[in-house]
């Protein structure tokens, strides 16, 4: 080739390209494959066989349950859903930068933790006529999975701060 002639779009022989980009991937779909396929078949069975037992339970009351289900449906997603969004939001403006992204994990992990033992951990919906509804201590499992998030994300941590060390290192040297 010669210098004049081009051999990669917008360059000549005489200068360095880059490569070319990639082509873009948003034109391919991904169906998921066969274990979402197979998951989403099961999650829907599952479904469908609730719905069917609970149709079929003589104490239910069919009106009663598609209110319950249907206003806590709602009450997820226009509430609860909105206020962590918000609260996300707001954390993850004020720590951008300031705290590193694995504690950030653990912090907000420990958070949905919490909220979600807490029922438990207060023993909401214990009852002394039901010795065997909420035998557990929840408090104590709450605590052993807090410290096993903390202790991933601090291994996690020590070992980025370790390889951006050696990283530093084999640069200087380098």
Do not use: C
Not at 60 to 77: F, N, Q, R
């Amino acid at each position: 080739m010669t210098a004049e002639t081009p051999d990669v779009v917008g360059t000549t022989g005489d200068e360095t390209a880059a490569p070319a980009p990639p082509p873009a991937d948003h034109d391919r779909h991904d169906d998921g494959g066969p274990v979402f396929w197979v998951a989403t078949a099961i999650g829907w069975a599952i479904i469908l066989i609730g719905v069917r037992t609970g149709l079929r339970d003589r104490e239910l009351e069919p009106w009663s349950l598609a209110k319950w289900v249907g206003g806590g449906l709602l009450l997820h997603d226009l509430a609860w859903l909105t206020v962590v969004a918000i609260i996300g939001g707001v954390l993850a403006y004020l720590l951008r930068g300031r705290v590193p992204v694995v504690l950030g994990w653990a912090l907000a992990t420990t958070a949905v933790l919490t909220i979600i033992a807490w029922p438990f951990v207060r023993g909401y919906g214990r009852r002394a006529d039901v010795p065997s509804a909420l035998q557990r201590n929840y408090a104590e499992g709450l605590l052993a999975y807090i410290a096993v998030t903390w202790l991933l994300a601090l291994i996690v941590y020590v070992i980025g701060r370790l390889r951006g060390r050696r990283d530093d290192r084999s640069q200087a040297t380098g």
